[in-house]
């Protein structure tokens, strides 16, 4: 059992920057890919970023590339999410999940996942 807890979240203008964090209970947190993802109001959750167990592999969704940047630190048993420019439809709640297999964008994947964190962006 791997229990997460996502902080950071906040609301913020258009073109601001914040920096979400997931903390991981297990002391086996290295061995799990982790993922990032939201979910919008009356929209399906929406895959934003993942990092394989290493760090060494990044997967991110077209729609933030180049804005969000996903990180980790196994030492810590955390995981990132740096946001950059972001926009008033990045608005959502932001999930952090963890998987035993390689970082992917299929929610599927992924076992465990925290209770999520909200960011609002106005503009």
């Known amino acids: 059992q791997v229990q997460l807890v996502e902080s950071g979240g906040g609301s913020v203008q258009a073109g601001g920057s914040l920096r979400l964090s997931c903390a991981a209970s297990?002391?086996?947190?290295?061995?799990?890919?982790m993922g990032w993802f939201r979910q919008a109001p009356g929209k399906e959750r929406e895959f934003v970023a993942a990092i394989s167990w290493s760090g060494s592999n990044t997967v991110t969704a077209d729609s933030v590339k180049g804005r969000f940047t996903i990180s980790r630190d196994n030492a810590k048993n955390m995981v990132y999410l740096q946001m950059n420019s972001l926009k008033p439809e990045d608005t959502a709640v932001y999930y952090c999940?963890?998987?035993?297999?390689?970082?992917?964008?299929?929610?599927?994947?992924?076992?465990?996942w925290g209770q999520g964190t909200q960011v609002t962006v106005s503009s």
């Open positions: 297990r002391r086996t947190f290295s061995m799990y890919a």
């Open positions: 999940a963890a998987g035993d297999g390689i970082a992917t964008a299929s929610a599927a994947d992924y076992t465990y």
